[in-house]
């Protein structure tokens, strides 16, 4: 059973647009949340992250928001851009003992000019 | 400051067949992580180290899977006999410490193996 859920296996936004991506998960343990970033042929590279306390976390273009009682997350990217396409991981962990990162299957983000 | 390198980058080779992959971490990182990445799925964990030591490989299939990090630095996971289902993308990671939050790891490239 998968325990971090992205329910949209793809998203297509015109530049200059929001981009919206959603993050659903089931485990209320977890702690700390986070963004990664895929190109093709590369490893992911860590984007953003939430802790659980707060509810929103800004940097950039990047904001992610955290509604725990509904066990759900989002990424939004202002203003989007053709640089941003590529495959985005959610990812959640617990801040006691070691980090474990469980991920979800991903969104793949496509933005035209 | 080079990231953490990975070889073979593509493995190709037939069911029954050992393969193996092999990680460098960044320099001066403690904690190196081996996931597996199935097609359209997330990665998943297979087995985490704290120098040494295998401090979480419950999800490893013990029975073809082997990894070793001597020295505590570099590191190789070896599947013997690879099997069909294995065709997947092998992902090594680190950060300075296992208690760090996961933002603070990073990813290789991957080596994608096609078993045939």
């Known amino acids: 059973d998968q325990q971090v859920k992205q329910n949209s296996p793809s998203l297509s936004v015109q530049e200059g647009r929001i981009s919206i991506l959603n993050c659903d998960y089931t485990n209320s343990m977890f702690d700390y949340f986070l963004w990664y970033k895929k190109y093709p042929a590369e490893g992911p590279t860590f984007l953003i992250s939430i802790s659980s306390i707060k509810d929103k976390n800004e940097d950039g273009r990047f904001t992610v928001f955290l509604n725990k009682s509904a066990k759900h997350l989002s990424l939004h990217i202002v203003p989007s851009q053709p640089g941003d396409s590529a495959v985005y991981f959610c990812a959640a962990s617990f801040t006691s003992g070691y980090s474990t990162l469980t991920f979800g299957k991903g969104t793949m983000l496509l933005v035209s000019p | 400051e080079a990231g953490v390198v990975q070889s073979p980058r593509y493995k190709i080779i037939e069911k029954k067949q050992p393969v193996a992959f092999w990680c460098n971490p960044i320099?001066?990182?403690?904690?190196l992580y081996w996931y597996r990445q199935n097609l359209g799925q997330g990665p998943e964990l297979l087995i985490r180290?704290?120098?040494?030591?295998?401090?979480?490989d419950s999800q490893l299939p013990k029975d073809r899977f082997s990894a070793e990090r001597l020295k505590g630095v570099d590191s190789t996971l070896k599947i013997q006999p690879a099997e069909l289902g294995d065709s997947a993308v092998y992902l090594c990671?680190?950060?300075?410490?296992?208690?760090?939050?996961?933002?603070?790891?990073?990813f290789g490239p991957g080596t994608r193996l096609t078993v045939l």
């Open positions: 990671a680190s950060s300075l410490s296992g208690t760090s939050r996961g933002g603070e790891q990073f």
């Open positions: 320099s001066g990182h403690n904690t």
């Open positions: 180290y704290e120098n040494e030591e295998a401090v979480d």
